[in-house]
DNA sequence: TGCTAAACGATAATCATTGTCAAAAAGGGT
DNA sequence: ACCCTTTTTGACAATGATTATCGTTTAGCA
């Protein structure tokens, strides 16, 4: 059966308190430095087995794999700042919709789909308007 | 200046006589068994320039870049076989005012999207149905 | 034909992710 | 509370795609 250990909670609880996407190196790296001795391959795991589970949402950018606590239990997609990573679940019913229609005009079954938005948030776009830097993505909020 | 090799045509011939996406390795692996002497490198850097200047589009998918070259010149999206690769280029007007819309209502500026649809194509949903295998994706159509 | 900077090719290096395997510990039964 | 079985962990090796390095080749032009 599923066994329930403190590391599992560890990464469920970090995940939680981070505002955006991150990847498992960033989010091991913030475990450790808050004292906790967790593996990184246990973060993999971990981050693995509740993507499974749908409590969180993952995405792929520049070829590694970003985390995020999912709010909304139901399927939705997200609007991300591609600086600081803060992120906003959008619903998307007319997406959707569109995306069953092209699938099955073409012939196409079981019909799956990303959508993502990037953009600069309010925030990073003065910033960037007031001459500051972008930092790296993959970063924490 | 930039230059016009053999080899960065190698690739954009190659590219464009494929139906679906693929990656940087089987397109090399093909170049490979038809004679040429292009190298692994080379084909990197001749699909991350076609990409820049937008003559061939990219998608990653397993944590790996797909690439196919573009047959219409405008910005599209892609319903793809996660069987056999075969792409269909669709236009998505509605999707691309969503998307802007969306940005816009969260104060987000400079966005792009990423929109792609996934799905069996009818040739291998028939295939499935008759109890047929799924191949591995990344394959030569 | 000769020059020079861009492009190439072989290979080493990088980096995220996954596999391995012995040690630790969760859950259930006693 | 203790033991047993099986899952999970953690350190580290292995993988696999992509990128950097660097000496050699070559496209484009005088």
């Avoid at 967790?38 to 409590?55: C, D, F, Q």
């Avoid at 995020?68 to 997200?78: E, I, K, L, N, S």
């Avoid at 679940?89 to 990303?114: C, K, L, M, Y």
């Amino acid at each position: 059966m599923k066994r329930n250990t403190w590391q599992r909670e560890a990464v469920r609880t970090a995940l939680t308190g981070t505002e955006g996407f991150v990847s498992a190196q960033v989010l091991h790296s913030h475990l450790r430095d808050t004292g906790s001795s967790i593996g990184l391959a246990t973060v993999y795991r971990a981050l693995a087995s509740l993507e499974e589970t749908g409590e969180v949402d993952a995405l792929q950018q520049d070829g590694e794999s970003l985390y995020r606590a999912c709010t909304q239990g139901t399927h939705h997609h997200h609007l991300i700042c591609r600086n600081c990573g803060t992120t906003v679940e959008i619903s998307a019913d007319p997406v959707e919709q569109w995306a069953r229609q092209v699938a099955a005009e073409h012939g196409f079954t079981q019909a799956n789909h990303v959508v993502d938005v990037f953009g600069l948030c309010a925030a990073c776009t003065a910033l960037a308007a007031a001459g500051g830097q972008v930092a790296e993505p993959g970063r924490v909020t």
